[in-house]
Antibody, heavy 128, light 110 residues
Framework: QVQLQESGPGLVKPSETLSLTCTVSGGSISSYYWSWIRQPPGKGLEWIGYIHYSGSTNYNPSLKSRVTISVDTSKNYFSLKLSSVTAADTAVYYC??????????????????????WGKGTTVTVSS | QSVLTQPPSVSAAPGQRVTISCSASSSNIGNNFVSWYQQLPGTAPKLLIYDNNKRPSGIPDRFSGSKSGTSATLGITGLQTGDEADYYCGTWDSSLSAGEFGGGTKLTVL
């Protein structure tokens, strides 16, 4: 079965760039929408964004100016970069496999989106 | 602030049934399909329900989902102490082109 594993530095200095990688094993990264989600200490889940294996992306509008998600299909991993970090970016970062599709019914466009396989998460602390 | 509203906490006794609500603030979310995630203490979230009411393989039928209009509900029957967890609803915000999660509900099995 597909497994995801996050990796990267556990400590990042303020104003620097947070970089994480999610390695996909047990399946191909081709197809699906590969997502990043984070959870600040004691708080709820926050969606960061996704990348389709083709390279198309969608980001959380509140983070869009600082986020880049990329994919390497030849090596079966995808990555997150979050620039200009502050203490507010301290969180557990999860990668996940997502499924997304939409269809039209009459004049309304309906969307499906959910994440069916998650990594165990990695803690990133922003501190000098 | 989440655009999906969940009660912060619910509780019930073992063996009983509990429901957790998830209310969308706009039709941009309300037209779309809802998923539910269970997060046991200290672990990653796990998909419980997708497409409003479908269960992934391995999820017991004690867990069910429904949706009416802009509100969704997760139901859990035959509560067990192992069900104590945080539960999150999720969906797609078509106006923002972004995923969204509810604020989460902590379930306590008394």
């Amino acid at each position: 079965q597909v497994q995801l594993q996050e990796s990267g530095p556990g400590l990042v200095k303020p104003s620097e760039t947070l970089s994480l990688t999610c390695t996909v094993s047990g399946g191909s990264i081709s197809s699906y929408y590969w997502s990043w989600i984070r959870q600040p200490p004691g708080k709820g889940l926050e969606w960061i964004g996704y990348i389709h294996y083709s390279g198309s992306t969608n980001y959380n509008p509140s983070l869009k100016s600082r986020v880049t998600i990329s994919v390497d299909t030849s090596k079966n991993y995808f990555s997150l970069k979050l620039s200009s970090v502050t203490a507010a970016d301290t969180a557990v970062y999860y990668c996940a496999r997502g499924k997304y599709y939409d269809f039209w019914s009459g004049l309304i466009n309906y969307y499906y989106y959910y994440m069916d396989v998650w990594g165990k998460g990695t803690t990133v602390t922003v501190s000098s | 602030q989440s655009v999906l509203t969940q009660p912060p906490s619910v509780s019930a006794a073992p063996g009983q049934r509990v429901t957790i609500s998830c209310s969308a603030s706009s039709s941009n979310i309300g037209n779309n399909f809802v998923s539910w995630y269970q997060q046991l203490p200290g672990t990653a979230p796990k998909l419980l329900i997708y497409d409003n009411n479908k269960r992934p393989s391995g999820i017991p039928d004690r867990f069910s989902g429904s949706k009416s209009g802009t509100s969704a509900t997760l139901g859990i029957t035959g509560l067990q102490t192992g069900d104590e967890a945080d539960y999150y609803c999720g969906t797609w915000d078509s106006s923002l082109s972004a995923g969204e999660f509810g604020g989460g509900t902590k379930l306590t099995v008394l």
